[in-house]
């Protein structure tokens, strides 16, 4: 639909399984318990996320954000012209360093924010509007499987598909591996990938960004249930789960989880789905994985993009690569 002469968004419902949820009676249904974290992302959530990013503990936004505003102007002379796809682009606060840079070289702007959270991006979209006056803007509301498949040609001569934020972490192994292929096959022979990822660190670090001081991570994780009664017509009481978060440094990984403080039974009618908790049992929510550069590299040679270049910060907290089809 065509909002502004500027800016169109579709939405993909009936195949975005966030309606479906087939996938939420399959991980309720399996021991132990888990939830896919896109469900974290009502509008709520992606306003508790945002929070979330402003945390003292919570180093990732900040850090990439520096690295963005030391190498925004490489990264834009080694691509050159090129549409802008971003996958979770959320409050598209970070994008706004890239398009700078593209802005600054004079090139024509052309942004294709992807997120399943269709509020915050069309106001995202609209406050993009107003502070960049050639910028055209063409916004999919969907999972990112799905937009990927739905990309039209690139109203510029090349493309860069951006999935920064690190949100990468949340995949599984395997879940990569489809992801990449997805990735590679929604780009043309010399269009750009541009990658964040948060890079291994310690325990020390780790947990706290995962569990903040203010309880604002508790109140994300927990919004899930609340997101999941709105859609499924559930009873979740919220108040009867705690948040969990814990790195496990066998796999690099946080987990996430939502403790049940007592037996309990919650139903969700619209599923038609009983479920039994007992007390102290958890539904696993969230991984949040933590690479090093080595093994991304190695995936995504396999796959046929080449690393143009990569860069981190003082702290080599988060790297940031381009790679090239
Ligand atoms: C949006 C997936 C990057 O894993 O750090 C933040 C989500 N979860 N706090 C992350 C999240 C808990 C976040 N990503």
Redesign the pocket.
């Known amino acids: 639909i065509r909002v502004n002469p500027r800016l169109t968004i579709e939405t993909f419902r009936e195949k975005c399984p966030v309606t479906a949820g087939e996938d939420v009676i399959k991980g309720l249904t399996q021991t132990p318990k888990t939830l896919p974290?896109k469900y974290?992302y009502d509008d709520q959530g992606s306003l508790l996320?945002e929070k979330?990013c402003e945390l003292p503990e919570?180093y990732?936004t900040r850090t990439e954000t520096k690295i963005l505003q030391d190498y925004a102007s490489e990264i834009a002379h080694l691509t050159g012209s090129c549409e802008v796809v971003e996958l979770?682009s959320g409050s598209s606060t970070k994008t706004r360093i890239l398009l700078d840079a593209y802005q600054e070289l004079g090139h024509p702007l052309h942004y294709l924010p992807i997120d399943i959270s269709g509020g915050i991006l069309e106001q995202s979209a609209y406050s993009l509007l107003e502070d960049y006056p050639t910028l055209h803007i063409h916004g999919i509301v969907s999972t990112y499987e799905t937009a990927l498949k739905h990309l039209n040609s690139s109203p510029l001569p090349s493309r860069m598909i951006g999935f920064i934020?690190?949100?990468l972490?949340?995949l599984k192994p395997e879940e990569c591996h489809v992801f990449f292929a997805h990735v590679v096959e929604a780009l043309q022979p010399g269009d750009y990938f541009l990658l964040g990822v948060?890079l291994h660190k310690s325990k020390s670090i780790l947990e706290p960004?995962?569990d903040d001081s203010q309880g604002v991570?508790a109140a994300?994780?927990l919004n899930m249930l609340r997101h999941l009664n709105r859609l499924f017509e559930g009873n979740f009481k919220i108040d009867q789960f705690e948040h969990l978060?814990f790195y496990n440094d066998t796999k690099h990984q946080?987990e996430?989880h939502l403790k049940s403080l007592r037996s309990q039974i919650v139903e969700l009618k619209t599923l038609n789905l009983t479920i039994e908790f007992a007390e102290g049992e958890t539904i696993h929510t969230?991984i949040?994985r933590k690479f090093q550069f080595e093994q991304i590299q190695e995936e995504l040679q396999t796959l046929g993009l080449v690393s143009l270049k990569h860069w981190t910060d003082e702290n080599q907290y988060l790297g940031l690569i381009l790679y090239q089809l």
């Open positions: 974290p974290f996320f979330i919570y990732l979770g934020g690190s949100t972490g949340n948060d960004a995962y991570t994300f994780n978060a946080i996430m969230e949040s």
